[in-house]
Structures are given as C-alpha cells and as structure tokens.
C-alpha cells in the first residue's frame, strides 16, 4: 500500500539557520512527489514537485528537495529560514494515473527569533 | 486570476442537518477532489471527480456525498449520517494526465472551509 512518512511532528529552528524536513513514502513504482506548505486556516501552495530527472529540484521561497530512491526520501531543504517560513508543512505522492494522491500527516514549523 | 473558490470559509451546523460546502474553479481543470484534514491526521480522500457526472469514493466516503453537473463546481454535501462531521475540508483540482506534464497531476487547493458542529 501506498503510504508517506513524515517523522516529525513538530520542528523549531531559529531564524537564519538551515532547515531540512523528512519524507518518506512507500511506493510500488517510480511516483510523483511532492511538497507543500500550509499557513493557518489556509489551503495548501505547492512549493515544489519532482516528475522525472535531476533528482534535486527548486521550489518556490527558496527551498529544494532531492529524491533519493535508494532511501525512499524526499527531504525539503532550505538553507537559511525566514520567520515567514512558519507553518506546515506536507509532502505527498502521487500515482502516474494521477488517480489519487497521498499525502502524509504534516510537520510543524515553528522559527524563533 | 484563475483558482478555486470554497465557500462558506467557515460555517456552523446544529447535530442532523445535513450542509453543502461550495467549490468552484475557473481553472478549466478536469479532475476535482475533496480532502478532510484533522489535526495530526494530515489530508484524507472523501470523493474525486475525474470527469463531468462521474465521482469516485475516496477513503472516507461514508457520510458525505458529491455531485459533478458543471466541469467548474463539485459541491459536497455532509449529510446527518457523518458521525463526527466537524474539520477542516479542501478542495482541490488539477488537469488530467496527458494535458501536458508540466500542468497535469499537480493539485491546486481552493483556502478551505472549517465545518464545526454545535
């Protein structure tokens, strides 16, 4: 079954620091993946998305993922985090079809100043 | 400017009515899609559409239903039969595979509406 894992529920990082989030999914055959974030009682904006190709792709905001198939991973990225970069945060998978997509349980970002 | 319009933004209902959440698109998108989203329980699938008067169930279909009349609107009803209706509810759309792979399986979120029982 199709799943996504993502091993932390909340993570605080301080402003100006580097930030990674963890995804990892479980899938039968090469999938689309996914991440978007998410502000307060607001629907969800992609930030990025990997098809096929260069496995590090760029996001909008300043963020990057890098799909690792050997790991089943696709960890966002930022190198210096904003504290308008507070919120949640979803990584997702979707089938080729495009039928359904999967979405995992969501990290929390908290930046402190 | 092109999106997904969900309303009400937020809406009140009394235990055995039944409440239709509105989604519109002007994205001439061609599969629309509803999520429930629980705290800590990221989004789960209630019904798609990938097509004009054709849905399918997603994985917690009981106690809601759909209509698909127009490409650009998918309301959903949750009905008295949805035990524990109260959530935050996304709907969502995107092109078909095949429009182009740049475009096509990419969701696009309409802002959500929070349904809250009293």
């Known amino acids: 079954a199709q799943s996504v894992t993502q091993p932390d529920i909340h993570i605080t990082v301080s402003e100006g620091a580097s930030l990674e989030l963890r995804c990892n999914y479980s899938?039968?055959?090469?999938?689309?993946l996914f991440w978007y974030v998410q502000s307060p009682g607001q629907g969800l904006q992609l930030l990025l998305k990997?098809?096929?190709?260069?496995?590090l792709v760029q996001g909008i905001k300043g963020f990057e993922a890098e799909f690792k198939r050997s790991q089943s991973s696709f960890n966002l990225r930022k190198p210096s985090v904003h504290w308008s970069d507070a919120a949640e945060y979803f990584c997702a998978v979707g089938r080729i079809t495009g039928n359904q997509f999967y979405f995992g349980t969501g990290t929390s970002l908290t930046v402190i100043p | 400017d092109g999106g997904i319009t969900q309303s009400p933004k937020y809406l009140f209902r009394k235990e055995g009515q039944n409440v239709t959440l509105s989604c519109e698109q002007n994205l001439n998108h061609d599969a629309m899609y509803w999520y429930r989203q629980d705290p800590g329980q990221g989004l789960r699938l209630i019904y798609y559409?990938?097509?004009?008067?054709?849905?399918q169930k997603g994985d917690i279909a009981e106690g809601y239903s759909v209509s698909r009349e127009k490409k650009e609107s998918f309301p959903l009803t949750v009905t008295s039969a949805q035990k524990n209706p109260t959530a935050f509810y996304l709907c969502a759309s995107r092109f078909n595979s095949g429009r182009g792979r740049s475009g096509a399986n990419v969701l696009t979120f309409g802002a959500g509406s929070r349904l809250t029982v009293l």
């Open positions: 990997y098809f096929s190709g260069d496995t």
């Open positions: 559409s990938q097509i004009v008067n054709d849905f």
């Open positions: 899938y039968g055959a090469t999938p689309y």
